[in-house]
């Protein structure tokens, strides 16, 4: 079975970088889409950023488009999210996330398989 091992969340002062790893493990398929979403207290849980195995195609949400960077290396079935310039706004628990049938949409009912949440706080 798939799973999704995420690493690398902690408290950031605004300004400031994370980078959040994402391992895979058990992914038999090449053809899938992989990434990540995040969930804020009170807030519905939003796609971020994804990578498409097969052809590198690259979504971001525009709330961290030109701030964070998303990248894969495929040999080891590992994501990693490059967060850059952190707001207090970016403070969520982020969770990565695989589409099996690389559907094309980064919403959370097109993923099949999910990582636990890591947390990240952006505070002075």
């Known amino acids: 079975d798939v799973q999704l091992q995420a690493s690398g969340g902690g408290l950031v002062q605004p300004g400031r970088s994370l980078r959040l790893s994402c391992a895979a493990s058990?992914?038999?398929?090449?053809?899938?889409?992989i990434g990540w979403f995040r969930q804020a207290p009170g807030n519905v849980r939003e796609g971020i950023a994804s990578i498409a195995s097969i052809d590198g195609h690259i979504y971001y949400a525009d709330s961290v488009k030109g701030r964070f960077t998303i990248s894969s290396d495929d040999a080891k079935k590992t994501v990693i999210l490059q967060m850059n310039g952190l707001k207090p706004e970016d403070t969520a628990v982020y969770y990565c996330?695989?589409?099996?049938?690389?559907?094309?949409?980064?919403?959370?009912?097109?993923?099949?398989?999910w990582g636990k949440g890591t947390l990240v706080t952006v505070s002075s």
């Open positions: 058990g992914v038999t398929s090449d053809d899938y889409t």
């Open positions: 996330a695989l589409d099996s049938t690389a559907s094309g949409l980064w919403v959370p009912a097109h993923m099949d398989y």
